[in-house]
Nanobody, 119 residues
Framework: QVELVESGGGLVQAGGSLRLSCDVS??????MGWFRQAPGKEREFVAT????????HYADSVNGRFTISRHNTKNTVFLQMNNLIPDDTGVYYC??????????????WGQGTQVTVSS
């Protein structure tokens, strides 16, 4: 069993930065992903990180502004978010189990952390 706990969300002005953390317990050698969901919208892909290689992949809307990474112990996955814009507002979810853009491919999900970007 894998448990995921996100933290690091909050309120930030446009142009600011936040770093989200996802603490992983259980099997820590998994592909990981970050997704987000804005009110009234479907959950959308943000970034994914391979389990065993440095490979990463980003949504076009965040490419160049966001960075997904894993702590050396592999127990924490980060999402560094820079130059935030109001459209980045939403609940951010950490997911584990594969290296994919598709939410249904992930077996495990965290509870989410709210990110709000003011203009």
């Amino acid at each position: 069993q894998v448990e995921l706990v996100e933290s690091g969300g909050g309120l930030v002005q446009a142009g600011g930065s936040l770093r989200l953390s996802c603490d992983v317990s259980g099997d820590t050698l998994l592909g990981m992903g970050w997704f987000r969901q804005a009110p009234g919208k479907e959950r959308e892909f943000v970034a994914t990180l391979s389990a065993t290689t440095p490979s990463t992949h980003y949504a076009d809307s965040v490419n160049g502004r966001f960075t997904i990474s894993r702590h050396n112990t592999k127990n924490t996955v980060f999402l560094q978010m820079n130059n935030l814009i109001p459209d980045d507002t939403g609940v951010y979810y950490c997911a584990a189990g594969t290296y994919s853009r598709i939410p249904k491919n992930y077996r495990f999900w965290g509870q989410g952390t709210q990110v709000t970007v003011s203009s």
